[in-house]
């Protein structure tokens, strides 16, 4: 059964600083890994989707890699800003249902 | 372009009273999800539907029954509520299993069952 861990699962960092997000799953037979940011009390935005077949996607200051042998996905965030503050989400789909199965999260505060 | 629209945002229910919650989407998309989010325990799936007609039981179905007879839109329903049915959910949707567009949420429907 595919578990997706992510590690920290609080993160206080001071405005400016890059930072690393970490996410790791059981499993290595995934299609796709997608990174979703959760405001309190909203809805889920998707950052970005890596395919299996690929190593990296960036967007902006956003950039996430994955490694799938390892079992591994981080998402670096550049000259982080309180806009950032949020909870950062990793899932990944592996079945041909598509559907998702989800890390708990890590909860990102950026202080000003 | 709405994409997915999740109604009602709130509702408070009493134990083994019933509803349906509504989950309309507008980008002609094949697959459609049900997922329920609780503190300290993440998303977890309770229904899919893989086409219009077409449902099935995901991680977590007991207490939920689901309908897609249009393919725009995927229902739960709740035929007896619980306390231990008190979440929060999200619709998603995708163009296929296998997406390469990725998935998108509705902003989710507030339920508390007391």
């Known amino acids: 059964k595919q578990e997706v861990t992510q590690i920290p699962a609080a993160l206080s960092v001071p405005e400016g600083e890059n930072l690393v997000l970490n996410c790791s799953f059981t499993?290595?037979?995934?299609?796709?890994l997608q990174w979703f940011r959760q405001d309190p009390g909203k809805g889920l935005t998707s950052l970005l989707l890596?395919?299996?077949?690929?190593r990296e996607q960036t967007s902006g200051r956003l950039n996430a890699s994955l490694d799938k042998s390892s079992g591994r996905s981080t998402l670096y965030i550049a000259a982080s800003q309180p806009g950032d503050s949020a909870t950062y989400l990793c899932?990944?789909?592996?079945?041909?249902?598509?559907?998702?199965?989800f890390g708990k999260g890590t909860k990102l505060s950026v202080k000003p | 372009n709405a994409g997915v629209t999740q109604t009602p945002k709130f509702r408070v229910l009493k134990t083994g009273q019933s509803m349906t919650l509504l989950c309309a989407q507008d980008m002609n998309h094949e697959y459609m999800y049900w997922y329920r989010q609780d503190p300290g325990m993440g998303l977890r799936l309770i229904h899919y539907s893989v086409g219009e007609g077409t449902t099935a039981k995901g991680e977590v179905p007991d207490g939920y029954n689901v309908s897609r007879l249009k393919k725009q839109n995927f229902l739960l329903g709740l035929e007896s509520a619980a306390p231990s049915q008190t979440s929060v959910y999200f619709c998603a949707s995708s163009y296929s299993g296998q997406t390469i567009y990725g998935y998108t949420f509705g902003s989710g429907t507030r339920l508390t069952v007391v």
């Open positions: 499993d290595s037979a995934i299609y796709n």
């Open positions: 890596i395919q299996s077949s690929q």
């Open positions: 899932a990944v789909s592996g079945g041909s249902q598509g559907n998702l199965i």
